[in-house]
């Protein structure tokens, strides 16, 4: 979408990942815990450490995996708006970026190999990542 | 004391704490529910205020860069974005037409004045654009000032039912918050928006030949189409402009005492979900959008002449008609053409004279 509000997606995101890690790390100590308790042979409580570890480290990957995709999803939105510049007589076409000023049917100035003017036949913006269809 | 089966103290108190969670839902589900739902209207209300100031800055920043004040902008256009404009009495609606039409002038003349005010600098293509620009930036304040409005009484007086249905309707408002920001970029930038796909092919055929102005704000160009004289119509571009349709089809049929043997209607339909973008249809009927005045005074004298009135549309959503003109409304135009050549070639016999109108928002089009 826009510079700005991407901005605070990724501060959002560098906190989510913050807390992300904090948790994988407790979870992975955790683990270690409940393997020391079953070598011990504290069955019960090894039992109890080994499941909260790898849910808490389920859940923070599951998390990451999908600020991940949230991430890349607002990259991908961002599409530039592009003017067709045609020469009529020489059927020449020119694709360049929109510049303030443009609009269609606006007359430029004489093209390169003819005494034709150059006119812009087309501004639109191209969506790279369609939304994906449903098939019904 | 035992709670369960086992009999180690950890599983007594993990038993004890299930127990007490139950018991928790049970008396604060609610509670709870009403809390989740005041979170996610939070974020989207805080994501709407990003979005307003966001335009708000956007709209300040092209007044300087392109209407060189010599005082700071910023008090001006907050004014400018707490404008209101107050709809006719409707308990004897009667003549309600032109009392709004009246109302819209008003409020138009007053607006493009304020924006010459603010923006000394700029052209007429400019102060339509700018005027655009801060209409988008005006509606993403109002829809921002409501939401927190309901979201503050709901806070208030902890009801749950005025939180629930801001809930509901949240996703198509911020859809729509996001298309207004949208807007405003293209608007400030002058480019075209894919409600301007009816203008786009009105200019189309009006290129190489003279055309005149009409009130208020249109042009139109007299030219040959498929044997028949066609009056082709759109607002005056390319600054961004919708013109008054309405009283032009009206003044170009007077003109021609009511010979017209067909009326053709060139929009952006809005699509449904799952439908394809720049899809082509046809009906019956005026198709365009806005207070419904142009509609109004269309209709009026195309059932005094008894003139047939249809309407070709290109599928988008409110968001594609609003952001810079997508890639597949753009090819739409020869499609749109074809139908166009066989509506005239079926309904109409060589020699009629016929009237197109490319409906729509003319920004960033020229003609
Ligand atoms: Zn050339």
Do not use: W
């Not at chain 1, 501060?11 to 890690?21: A, G």
């Not at chain 1, 995709?69 to 020469?87: A, G, N, P, Q, S």
């Not at chain 1, 005494?115 to 790279?128: D, G, L, P």
């Not at chain 2, 059932?303 to 008609?321: F, M, Q, S, T």
């Amino acid at each position: 979408m826009s510079k700005n509000s991407s901005d605070i997606s990724n501060k959002i995101s560098r906190y989510l990942q913050i807390i992300v890690f904090a948790v994988l790390a407790l979870s992975f100590i955790a683990l270690i815990f409940g393997v020391e308790a079953y070598l011990m042979g504290n069955g019960t409580v090894a039992i109890y450490l080994i499941l909260i570890g790898a849910l808490s480290m389920g859940l923070a990957v599951y998390v990451l995996y999908q600020s991940r995709k949230r991430v890349e999803k607002l990259k991908t939105e961002d599409t530039k708006v592009m003017t067709t510049i045609e020469c009529r007589k020489c059927k020449t076409k020119d694709l360049r970026e929109f510049e303030r000023g443009d609009f269609v049917f606006k007359e430029l100035g004489k093209c390169d190999k003819c005494e034709e003017n150059k006119i812009i036949t087309a501004i639109y913006k191209e969506i790279k990542n369609k939304e994906k269809p449903f098939t019904i | 004391m035992a709670f369960a089966p086992g009999t180690d103290i950890v599983s007594q108190i993990i038993y004890a704490a299930s127990l007490m969670l139950f018991v928790v839902f049970m008396l604060y589900g609610q509670r709870i529910q009403f809390y989740v739902m005041i979170r996610e209207v939070e974020n989207s209300l805080r994501k709407l205020k990003v979005i307003k100031e966001k335009g708000r800055k956007t709209a300040i920043e092209t007044i300087k860069e392109i209407g060189k004040p010599e005082t700071d902008p910023t008090s001006k256009v907050d004014r400018y974005l707490e404008y209101f404009t107050i709809s006719p009495q409707s308990m004897d609606p009667a003549g309600i037409v032109y009392k709004l039409d009246h109302i819209l002038d008003v409020r138009d003349n007053r607006l493009k004045d304020e924006v010459k005010l603010i923006a000394p600098a700029s052209d007429e293509v400019q102060v339509f654009n700018l005027e655009n620009t801060l209409e988008a930036a005006m509606a993403l304040n109002f829809i921002y000032r409501i939401v927190r409005h309901f979201y503050i009484q709901g806070k208030k007086t902890l009801n749950m039912y005025i939180i629930l249905q801001l809930q509901m309707i949240l996703p198509l408002v911020m859809k729509e918050a996001e298309a207004y920001a949208n807007a405003l970029e293209a608007f400030a930038f002058g480019q075209p928006i894919g409600d301007g796909v009816g203008p786009l092919i009105a200019a189309r055929l009006m290129q190489g030949y003279e055309t005149r102005r009409v009130p208020k704000d249109c042009v139109v160009a007299t030219l040959p189409f498929e044997g028949r004289t066609a009056l082709v119509l759109k607002a005056r571009g390319p600054g961004g402009n919708v013109g008054k349709p309405g009283d032009a089809v009206k003044e170009l049929i007077e003109e021609n005492k009511g010979k017209i043997a067909m009326v053709i209607m060139i929009d952006a339909g809005l699509k449904l979900e799952g439908e394809k973008v720049g899809e082509v249809a046809e009906g019956i009927g005026a198709a365009i959008g806005g207070p419904g005045v142009d509609a109004f005074k269309i209709e009026e004298v195309v059932v005094k002449y008894k003139i047939p009135l249809n309407a070709i549309i290109v599928r988008e959503d409110i968001g594609d008609a609003v952001s810079p003109m997508r890639k597949e409304i753009a090819d739409s135009v020869d499609n749109v053409l074809e139908r166009m050549r066989n509506v005239v070639n079926e309904r109409t016999k060589e020699g009629d004279k016929i009237i197109i109108v490319g409906v729509g928002n003319t920004i960033g089009v020229g003609q």
